[in-house]
């Protein structure tokens, strides 16, 4: 593909940051993402360091992994630090409690702060107008692949900010990433993030209610999907979510349904500022709400919408 403005290959990157002179990189949440994310930065840099809320993770990491444990304060001191936490008022919290430290500690040419949260558009924009006194510009750049795309290093990234600030960045980047799309101005990313996962609850129920129907009828679910995955109707949801999660009953908590109900309100607010009628979103969006609503915060995977869908049909998605 040709490089253009908006998207960015990694067989492009050698000639994308060859101006890059960062030398140290930070990792802020060592979640389920950010932990394996962290672990690519540590071969490619001098000083890589990572800080978790709960300290423990950060030096369980460092002896796994060859990383450096710090405090926050010295955290912020990093040409590019990274951050991939829960929530953007998470991440507002932290860049408060970093902005003396940022004010402290001079630095010859502007920090980025790449922040890999399935965060808030406007609380991009309100890190960029904090930030950017300090000489520290600010991306937000969610990803998606999962834990696996986290752990393989192969994640792809939807990136709103400064074009620049992107390029000096791509050098941390491109440990974790298999895909970099510039999507447009700060909170951009944030956005597609949001609509993004809003598509795939819209498929993933969509699925569960068809697998539903099947087998009301007497169809096995995976016989079901088998030849959905080779027609029309195959989703990344029917592809991976239904057979190793729902139908085989695991359900690994990865992604939490709290997570996702959360993104998909953040598409919706998206919506209303626009007033763009997206009947279907905003369906989906409560029934991921309601469903996510069954269990606390952080205790349940994504695909346990299924069991709430299941409560409605009283049909388990399941082979016989």
């Not at 890059?20 to 001098?46: D, E, I, R």
């Not at 890190?127 to 950017?132: H, P, V």
């Not at 597609?192 to 569960?208: D, E, M, Q, R, Y």
């Not at 027609?231 to 939490?256: C, D, M």
């Amino acid at each position: 593909m040709t490089q253009d403005s908006t998207y960015i290959s990694n067989t492009d990157a050698s000639s994308t940051h060859t101006a890059n002179t960062a030398n140290s990189v930070s990792f802020l949440g060592l979640g389920a993402m950010g932990y394996q994310m962290a672990k690519h930065l540590v071969p490619q840099f001098a000083t890589v360091m990572v800080w978790n809320r709960d300290p423990s993770k950060a030096r369980a990491h460092a002896s796994q992994f060859g990383s450096k444990a710090v405090s926050l304060a010295e955290a912020v001191t990093a040409d590019i630090i990274i951050s991939c936490l829960p929530t953007s008022a998470i991440v507002a919290e932290i860049i408060a409690q970093a902005l003396p430290h940022l004010q402290n500690s001079k630095s010859p040419s502007p920090r980025v702060w790449v922040d890999c949260t399935s965060g808030v558009p406007d609380s991009a924009k309100a890190a960029k107008r904090t930030l950017q006194p300090v000489n520290c510009q600010f991306l937000d750049a969610p990803v998606s692949g999962q834990t696996t795309g986290a752990e393989a290093g192969t994640l792809t990234l939807m990136v709103g900010g400064d074009s620049q600030a992107l390029a000096d960045a791509r050098v941390a980047i491109d440990c974790f990433a298999g895909r970099v799309v510039h999507v447009g101005d700060t909170g951009a990313g944030f956005a597609v993030k949001a609509v993004n996962n809003t598509l795939f609850a819209i498929n993933a129920w969509g699925a569960a209610e068809g697998l539903s129907v099947l087998k009301a009828h007497g169809v096995n679910p995976s016989a079901a999907l088998d030849c959905i995955n080779n027609a029309s109707g195959q989703s990344f949801a029917s592809a991976a979510t239904l057979p190793q999660r729902i139908v085989n009953r695991s359900f690994p908590k990865t992604f939490t349904i709290d997570l996702m109900a959360k993104d998909c309100a953040i598409a919706i607010d998206l919506q209303r500022q626009q007033q763009v009628p997206t009947p279907v979103m905003a369906q989906v969006a409560s029934l991921i709400r309601a469903a996510s609503n069954q269990h606390a915060a952080g205790t349940a995977d994504f695909s346990q919408f299924a069991t709430f869908y299941e409560q409605m049909t009283g049909i388990v998605i399941k082979d016989d």
